[in-house]
Structures are given as structure tokens and as C-alpha cells.
Nanobody, 116 residues
Framework: QAMVVESGGGLVQAGGSLRLSCGPS???????MGWYRQAPGSQRELVAK???????NYADSVKGRFAISRDNTNNMVYLQMDSLRPEDTAVYYC???????????WGQGTQVTVSS
């Protein structure tokens, strides 16, 4: 069972914006590493993550349009998505681990649909 809660997905027109949120589902802390997405018939792919030193890394397809951020006090990670395109339509998954030596796990996903 996923240990995070994702929210913020929905239906938006092309050019619009959405903000996804990911945080623990209970009173515990997690290492939330980033966001991935999976479109129908496609493999899950990286959208944005925090690299070494906390530097954000982005897929080329979202650079300049998406921004990942985190609130360390509340153990939340956000994905601001602007200038959305129909090809951004996918289920977006939060990737996390229970501690720095644990394997990565997935949230339940949140659907993002961009209409043309």
C-alpha cells in the first residue's frame, strides 16, 4: 500500500496549468524523490526529480514548463505544470523511499488529462 497521497490532477485545456502534490499518508517522514508519468501504451518515464545536492532534473520534454519543488518542513513535494500540452496526458506518479537506503516505491498515481 502506497505511503503517499498524491493530488492535483484533473482535466485541463492545452496551455493551462496544474499543480500536483505528494506527501506522506500518515505521521511519518519519507524521502520523496520526484515525479514520473505513464501514458497509455507507454512505459513509465521520468518527469522531474531531485538529483545530487537537491538539484532538480527534468525530462527534456518538460524543461521550461514544469517546476519541481519541496517543502521540507511538511515533507511535501510539488510539481507545477504550466503550458500543458495534450502529450502531457498521463498518470503521474510520485516516487519515494522510506529511507535513503530503501528501494524506491510508487504512489497510487493521479490522472492528468490535457485536451486540445
Amino acid at each position: 500500500q502506497a505511503m503517499v497521497v498524491e493530488s492535483g490532477g484533473g482535466l485541463v485545456q492545452a496551455g493551462g496549468s496544474l499543480r500536483l502534490s505528494c506527501g506522506p499518508s500518515g505521521n511519518f517522514r519519507l524521502d520523496i524523490m520526484g515525479w514520473y508519468r505513464q501514458a497509455p501504451g507507454s512505459q513509465r518515464e521520468l518527469v522531474a526529480k531531485f538529483g545530487s545536492g537537491g538539484t532538480p532534473n527534468y525530462a527534456d520534454s518538460v524543461k521550461g514548463r514544469f517546476a519541481i519543488s519541496r517543502d521540507n518542513t511538511n515533507n511535501m513535494v510539488y510539481l507545477q505544470m504550466d503550458s500543458l500540452r495534450p502529450e502531457d496526458t498521463a498518470v503521474y506518479y510520485c516516487n519515494y523511499r522510506r529511507h535513503r537506503f530503501a528501494v524506491g516505491e510508487w504512489g497510487q498515481g493521479t490522472q492528468v488529462t490535457v485536451s486540445s
